[in-house]
């Protein structure tokens, strides 16, 4: 009974996704209705492991991106988007966790979903593709990068990555993960680059010192904001002829 019901409705999503693929927000509220209907749990977004809190911690430096409530968002897992399902990423592991409720139930768990499954996400207005940069540079770490700037072939991406620090109170101990630690990552006609100093531009860039000094100077003086930094640095290098 249940599987027939399954399949009705999946016949019933297709036949509306013909019907809006023009409109995008028609899509998105098409795929949030049709997990609505199945039940989450009855999707490969329930395919992950039970997640459990290791770490104690008595302030907000806590190991998550931006926020460590369930906030939403969309991500792509097993070749299958999810709209609006509520997201957490934890930056110390480099892992997402998601958030299933039973709608038989109405019980809550987190689960760790499968990081070698999931293609991208987009949480609090920041986009991340999983990239394996280290196929082809060892010296690069694989994981989720933040898409900053994108410019036909050339990308500049960001990875964000938190430390664990074990602290002290008077009668047990803590954790504290300081702020992000960033990463540049460009791609560029297939290649990535490091992006992590002078040196490493240059290399990347294949321009000379004198021709980056005067843009770079210029551009630190004027953006304090790092990512805004990396951004106009890469714009205006790849304009050079």
Partial sequence: MIKSLLLSCFSLFLGFLVVAQNNKTEVIEGYVAFDAVVGIENTDLSQGVLYLEKYRT??????????????????????????????KYDAHH???????????????????????????????????????????????????YESLYQKEELRL???????????????????EFPEFKKQYLLSSNKEFYSLNSKKEILEAFKIDKKDLNPIYKELKRKYKDQNKFMVELVKQIGSIP
């Fill in 58 to 87: 008595i302030n907000d430096k806590k190991q998550f991106f931006k926020s460590s409530d369930f906030e939403k968002g969309d991500i792509w897992y097993k070749g299958q988007p999810y709209y609006e399902k509520p997201l």
């Fill in 157 to 175: 991406f960001v990875r964000h990555s938190k430390n664990r620090v074990q602290l002290k109170g008077k009668s047990f101990v803590y954790y």
């Fill in 94 to 144: 480099d892992q997402i966790l998601v958030q299933i409720q039973s709608q038989s139930t109405g019980q809550r768990a987190t689960l760790q979903l499968f990081k070698s499954e999931i293609d991208s996400f987009n949480l609090l207005e920041h986009r991340f593709i999983h990239l394996n940069p280290s196929k082809e540079n060892e010296s690069l770490t694989a994981g989720f």
